[in-house]
């Protein structure tokens, strides 16, 4: 099919728009326990509460000396110790050193450590092979977060990059937005759950897995509304329903030509719903609305283009609507042609492929075989899409092609 055979075909980057600026953050927030605070996203700037590290301390293991005293000594005796928890206490006499160790409060007046390495002990006295520069391994108060910085923005998504940072500030409750609650289910008289038998013409509903793995791999409260049959009372009970209890609808299957004036008369009804062609490959049908106050997002049926269509279009709309303002799309890579990639000029296609780096650690990447909408043999082998203009037809081994490797939701 090529371009002029697909006329009025929306781009994607067309279609994320238009489903952005239809979408309004969560406004609700709530106060989790830092145990519970991974995977939430951050629903107002957090300030340190003190300095990082609340007080000056060592580096290494070592002395703590005052510099002035050895310009005409390379030797002090030793006056005492200061370990981590267990600081020095009393006076500190000119013309002493004091042994430290690493982590442990400096002793007030002490303007440098001297590894040990650079040191020999006789009894009490400890010689010093080199000269101290001042303020040497000596971490100064404040040196990592000072108290009031903002540490971590509002919006954030909260990994064990962010956590035990938390836990260094000391703060145990974490405002962080609600969680959206997206409900979904499967649309198809041919749909078996797993676990029954199947009878003639009949397949096992493998979107709702998918559905609901990605959810919750996007920090969503995944809603399993089962599989439902093409019957018009049931989906439109079904949507009602979800629309009660949700923030966010996603279905799949009957969306595609044959099917969606169906589902268009149930919820034309009941909301406000668009039926797109979107410049896509898999994953061309797509409905987008409103079911009262709930989001309807419609995916295809085939299993790919469920995949393909939650990940490129839905994906940035929940990232939207969870707050998560620092959410970023996997950032592409360019890389050479390993593989022939069959492709007709008409949409982006999102190849299913595998990238790494060759003998002379150049990024190649090939592509994991049948590319059919149904054909989730080839995804599961695969570690990026490769993603191919809507303009450009067959590539061939040795061009360059734009990856996008699987980020954490796919991973
Ligand atoms: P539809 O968009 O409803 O016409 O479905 C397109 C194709 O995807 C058909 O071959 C369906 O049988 C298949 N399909 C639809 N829903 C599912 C599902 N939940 N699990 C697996 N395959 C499905
Ligand atoms: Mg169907």
């Known amino acids: 099919m090529g371009c002029c055979d697909t006329p009025g075909l929306m781009p994607v980057s067309a279609a994320i728009e238009t489903l952005l600026e239809n979408t309004a953050s969560i406004t609700h927030s709530e106060i989790v326990s830092l145990t519970d605070a991974q995977n939430r996203i951050t629903s107002e700037d957090i300030r340190s509460p003190i300095n ?152 096992y509903d493998s979107n709702r897995y998918t559905i609901r793995a990605m959810l919750e791999k996007m920090h969503c409260e995944a809603i399993d509304l089962g599989v439902v049959p093409d019957c018009p009372e049931q989906l439109r009970e079904t949507f009602l329903h979800a629309a009660d209890i949700a923030d966010v609808i996603v279905t799949s299957g009957g969306v595609s030509v044959g099917e969606a004036d169906y589902t268009k008369d149930i919820l034309d009804q009941e909301g406000e719903v668009g039926f797109w062609k979107i410049a896509i490959k898999p994953g061309k049908p797509f409905a987008f609305g409103r079911v009262k106050n709930a989001l309807f997002c419609g995916l295809p049926g085939n299993p790919v283009s469920v995949l393909v269509t939650l990940h490129v279009l839905v994906q940035p709309l929940l990232a939207k609507l969870s707050g998560h303002t620092q959410w970023k799309p996997t950032i592409p890579l360019k890389a050479k042609a390993e593989t022939r990639f069959k492709k007709s000029p008409g949409r982006a296609d999102y190849q299913r492929a595998v990238y790494r780096l060759d003998k002379n650690g150049d990024l190649v990447v090939g592509t994991t075989g049948n590319q059919g909408s149904g054909a989730f043999s080839s995804l599961s082998v695969a570690n990026c899409f490769t993603v191919l203009e809507q303009d450009r037809g067959h590539v061939e081994v040795g061009e360059t092609v734009t990856i996008e490797p699987f980020n954490a939701v796919l991973s």
Request: charged fraction near 20%.
């Open 52 to 203: 990082v590290p609340p007080f000056a301390n060592s580096a290494m293991d070592g002395y703590a000396v005052r510099c002035a005293d050895l310009a005409s000594t390379q030797t002090l005796p030793l006056a005492g110790k200061s370990f981590a928890g267990v600081p020095f206490e009393g006076n500190w006499l000119q013309g002493t050193c004091i042994r430290i160790m690493t982590g442990a409060e400096i002793p007030e007046g002490a303007d440098a450590v001297i590894m040990q390495e650079q040191t020999t002990v006789e009894g009490d006295n400890v010689t010093f092979t080199v000269l101290p520069a001042a303020q040497q391994n000596i971490r100064p108060i404040g040196d990592d977060v000072k108290t009031g910085d903002v540490v971590i923005p509002k919006g954030t998504l909260l990994t064990p990059r962010e956590v035990p940072l938390l836990a260094t500030l000391g703060i145990a409750d974490v405002p962080v937005m609600r969680k959206p609650k997206v409900a979904f289910f499967s649309t198809g008289d041919e749909l078996r759950q797993v676990g029954e038998t199947l009878g003639k013409g009949e397949i």
